[in-house]
């Protein structure tokens, strides 16, 4: 008599972020029986925020530079990179009928410019391919006998998969689902996890009430910011930001947010040098503020030889004292590189993204926790971070895919020693 075929292994997913309908989509082809668990009412959440941004989904500069953009992560990255990088994911994306261009700063979008069109079409297809979904469904942790417990509307619940992908997200916008509360469950389970810490943020200045005042929500560009990280390294980026009522933000900011939060964890407070004049030479703007100005007002005169005004004149008000500014030379210089100090990161629920997680070293290659055979980690709860421009959901969809591959082929390995022994 035949032996009646095992049915396919259990598997929770318990995020459904990128990185999570990633992990289900990749298990799913497999042959897996997989259930998304997500606490939100809807899956996909922070994607559709991002989608409103104009849905950044990844960047087309060569590969050498693209890994770099993970700082210490790199080389723990770069292979997954490798296996699922930009061309790979603009050809999944294609495959689901979402055609995608460069923009002129190298960064990749879907045509439509938008997340929903994206998302629609890959949950019905994670759903033709027999993904089911359990929404409102928040992970609490393990029962004493290991199974994952769920609190819903209904009532707590215990499931026991065969295998488990946690993708939780990393700590900011937490009303959209990465609230980051996985941390304690898994220190208390003895995994190490570094500390979550706002990345690609804003950061406060103490500004003066007249300057708050008159300046907040204006752009300050073209400008290049510079500073020096806590190794030593310099950093040095040209773009625009924005004065906020409590400091700076804006892609420039963010894009320097690593080193300047890393300098004020360290310091209590960070500098960062502006240049308000890129286009023009040091020796130019000397001589334009030392050229004679007869009657007018210094600030009229660097309007008129210049083109300073505004926020930009604002700032230098706002970061120099009165000797410096009447000191033509001090003046000149500080055009050019004007310090500006920061004293804190903004909040981590309002930053783009987080730093901080799942220590790398707790996951082998397959990223698989060491210490708990059968659970996969993946995504922004991982130790990693990375600047805006795509490089956060390329990471986040090559984790996923991971975590569901070394998911399957964990599985497959069980399946094989159990039949051995049987």
């Known amino acids: 008599?035949?032996?009646?075929?095992?049915?396919?292994?259990?598997?929770?997913?318990?995020?459904g972020g990128p990185a999570g309908l990633m992990a289900a989509e990749?298990?799913?082809r497999d042959g897996a029986q997989v259930t998304v668990y997500e606490a939100m009412p809807s899956v996909g959440r922070k994607f559709l925020m991002a989608g409103k941004g104009g849905m950044n989904i990844t960047h087309s500069e060569d590969f050498a530079a693209f890994q770099e953009r993970y700082g210490s992560a790199r080389e723990r990255l770069a292979p997954l990179l490798q296996e699922f990088g930009p061309e790979a994911l603009r050809a999944w994306i294609h495959g689901l009928g979402v055609d995608t261009f460069v923009g002129t700063s190298g960064r990749v979008f879907p045509t439509e410019m938008k997340a929903a069109?994206?998302?629609?079409?890959?949950?019905?297809?994670?759903?033709?391919?027999?993904?089911?979904?359990?929404?409102?469904?928040?992970?609490?942790g393990w029962s004493a006998d290991g199974a994952l417990r769920f609190a819903t509307p209904a009532g707590e619940i215990e499931v026991k998969p065969a295998a488990t992908v946690l993708a939780l997200g990393g700590g900011s916008w937490a009303k959209l689902?990465?609230?980051?509360?996985?941390?304690?469950?898994?220190?208390r389970a003895g995994i190490a996890v570094a500390p979550l810490r706002p990345a690609n943020c804003g950061f406060d200045a103490a500004w003066s009430p007249h300057f708050r005042e008159h300046f907040a929500g204006q752009p300050v560009k073209p400008v290049v910011a510079a500073c020096s990280g806590p190794d030593g390294r310099a950093w040095r980026r040209q773009g625009e930001f924005v004065v906020s009522a409590d400091g700076v933000e804006g892609g420039l900011i963010y894009a320097l947010s690593a080193p300047l939060r890393d300098l004020i964890e360290r310091d209590g407070s960070a500098t960062l040098s502006l240049d308000l004049l890129p286009g023009h030479s040091a020796e130019r703007v000397l001589a334009e503020v030392r050229r004679p100005r007869g009657s007018r007002s210094l600030s009229s005169h660097l309007q008129s030889r210049l083109g300073l005004k505004g926020v930009k004149m604002g700032l230098l008000r706002e970061c120099l004292d009165k000797e410096r500014f009447q000191d033509e030379a001090a003046l000149a210089a500080a055009i050019k590189a004007l310090p500006l100090r920061l004293v804190a990161p903004r909040p981590l629920d309002e930053a783009i993204s987080s730093a901080g997680g799942v220590r790398?070293?707790?996951?082998?290659?397959?990223?698989?926790?060491?210490?708990r055979p059968g659970l996969f980690c993946a995504g922004e709860m991982l130790d990693w971070e990375a600047p805006t421009g795509g490089y956060l959901l390329t990471a986040c969809f090559c984790t996923g895919r991971k975590a569901g591959m070394g998911a399957g082929q964990w599985l497959k390995l069980r399946q094989r020693a159990a039949s051995t022994t049987t």
Request: aromatic fraction near 6%.
């Open 1 to 15: 008599m035949t032996p009646m075929p095992s049915p396919p292994p259990h598997v929770a997913v318990i995020g």
């Open 26 to 28: 990749v298990l799913a």
């Open 117 to 140: 069109p994206l998302l629609r079409a890959w949950l019905h297809r994670l759903r033709q391919e027999g993904v089911a979904f359990q929404v409102r469904h928040r992970w609490l």
């Open 177 to 187: 689902g990465s609230d980051g509360a996985w941390v304690p469950t898994l220190a």
């Open 360 to 371: 790398l070293e707790e996951l082998d290659e397959q990223l698989m926790l060491r210490q």
